[in-house]
């Protein structure tokens, strides 16, 4: 290009051999191609993209060569001195909470079994496998924490409970506290009972999920519930979102059993914790589906402790293929926690082959549960809350006992608790966080039947239980 005026003759001169080399030193950059042609075709396409790029890397540049700067301009300046004086006179929190006399007296009460529980080869299997895999499994399930006897596990519930697929969890109480809301997200509809255990409770809070509560076990309010949602879905134009009925088995609150099928007639997702009732309730101690006689496929997600029934550690939820592989990577409690240890998972898996090998324990359990709640028929001063075949109940002080507060309310029936120790039987009272409880709950001791007691030593602890209730009772009543 030339002009009249040397000076910017020289100036385009140097100007295009600049770009010219500037150019030539870029297309040899790897990529160099790639990176102009996707600035073009976003320029050509949207120029403000191109725009607020732009901006973005000049806020970068600036931000990265500005001068850092403190917030606090008043910092003192300490003379090593003052720092050693201060070190010494720091005394570090403690790390346990100082805890009340009430709390010394519980714990210092709270018995200890000594001796393995079940059969001996579950032990021998225990050590076996201890020594074979070591104490923990080091990492999470989804990275190198899973070996065989957790896919073993897996395998033995699907085929035991009769679903298609199961997936361990490392800790039974955040197992539905996972479970929900790897699928309950803002905006879904979740109807729960209001008998739910805390650990339901708290997974219902953490979905976000728009949450309804019927009354406890009254299908009725339920059908209520569900023909208001109805409605509001049609007034509102509210879009369709997913729904579930949330609910256990066995209610570990009350002893009560869930009304399965009428549940299952619901056109809603059923999420059934079978924490309790797995081990105890039908012909094989399948759960509530064995119990009733029900197709478990029916059920979208089985939800279970291998704490109760099984004398282990962990939960497990057990489904379809498409809800367990949905967990597998969207479960916190799958996706954060280590692996249960190895040792836990064989235990579970044989108490499970035991119970497959012997059904005839869940119905000496049913047996003992009957005999237990004959003998306690006519108990004055408390109630006898659960289902006639739930082998979980309560005992709850009647209204006239003098006791106002709940603390006054589980004096007594820690007294009841410590008299029946005193004679061989061994309660315990049922822990609540009643600061937490979405719903109003009266302490209890709750009991749960085992199958190893024979029918004699069932009705002489039904007779210590009994005793144990008169003796510390019969001068409260108002």
């Known amino acids: 290009m030339n002009t009249s005026y040397p000076i910017l003759n020289d100036l385009f001169v140097f100007l295009n051999s600049t770009i010219t080399d500037i150019s030539i030193v870029y297309s040899r950059i790897p990529g160099s191609g790639i990176l102009l042609k996707y600035i073009k ?32 301009n008043n910092l003192i300046e300490l003379t090593p001195s003052e720092i050693e004086e201060l070190v010494e006179e720091w005394q570090p929190e403690s790390l346990v909470p100082t805890i009340t006399e009430s709390q010394r007296i519980e714990l210092d009460k709270t018995p200890i079994l000594n001796g393995p529980q079940g059969p001996r080869i579950k032990l021998e299997k225990a050590i076996q496998i201890l020594r074979k895999y070591g104490v923990g499994s080091c990492g999470p ?55 739910c255990n805390f650990a339901i409770q708290k997974g219902i809070q953490i979905s976000r999920s728009v949450i309804k509560w019927y009354k406890h076990n009254d299908m009725q309010d339920l059908e209520n519930i569900l023909l208001k949602i109805k409605n509001e879905d049609i007034e509102s134009g509210r879009r369709l979102t997913r729904r579930f009925i949330v609910t256990e088995g066995i209610f570990e609150n009350s002893g009560d059993i869930a009304q399965l099928p009428k549940l299952k007639k619901f056109k809603y997702r059923l999420i059934l914790d079978e924490s309790l009732s797995i081990g105890t309730l039908g012909k094989r101690g399948a759960g509530l589906t064995d119990y009733y006689n029900i197709n478990p496929k029916e059920i979208d997600m089985i939800v279970g ?174």
């Open 305 to 478: 402790s291998m704490c109760t029934a099984l004398c282990s550690s962990g939960g497990f939820c057990s489904g379809s293929f498409e809800i367990t592989d949905h967990q597998r990577i969207s479960g916190p409690a799958y996706c954060y926690s280590a692996a249960l240890p190895a040792m836990l998972s064989a235990c579970a898996t044989e108490s499970i082959k035991n119970l497959d090998r012997n059904p005839h324990l869940v119905a000496k359990v049913l047996s003992n549960t009957s005999t237990f709640k004959s003998n306690m028929a006519n108990v004055k001063y408390v109630t006898v809350d659960g289902f006639a075949d739930s082998p979980v109940f309560h005992l709850r002080l009647i209204k006239d006992i003098k006791a106002n507060s709940i603390e006054e309310k589980e004096k007594l029936l820690q007294e009841i608790v410590d008299d029946a120790m005193n004679n061989g039987v061994i309660l315990t009272r049922a822990k609540y966080v009643f600061a937490q409880e979405m719903f109003g709950i009266e302490p209890s001791i709750r009991i749960c039947i085992s199958a190893s007691f024979s029918k004699k030593e069932i009705e002489k602890a039904a007779a210590i239980t009994k005793s144990a209730i008169t003796k510390v009772l019969k001068n409260k009543v108002r």
């Open 41 to 72: 075709n976003s320029h050509q396409n949207d120029p403000f993209r191109t725009f607020l790029e732009a901006l973005l890397v000049l806020f970068a540049i600036i931000y990265l060569l500005t001068k850092r700067y403190r917030t606090d």
């Open 141 to 195: 399930p989804g990275f190198y924490g899973t070996i065989d006897v957790h896919t073993e596990f897996e395998r033995t519930v699907s085929e035991f409970l009769g679903t298609d697929d199961t997936i361990l969890y490392s800790q039974a109480f955040s197992t539905i506290g996972s479970a929900i809301p790897s699928f309950c997200k803002r905006g879904d509809i979740i109807v729960a009972d209001q008998g």
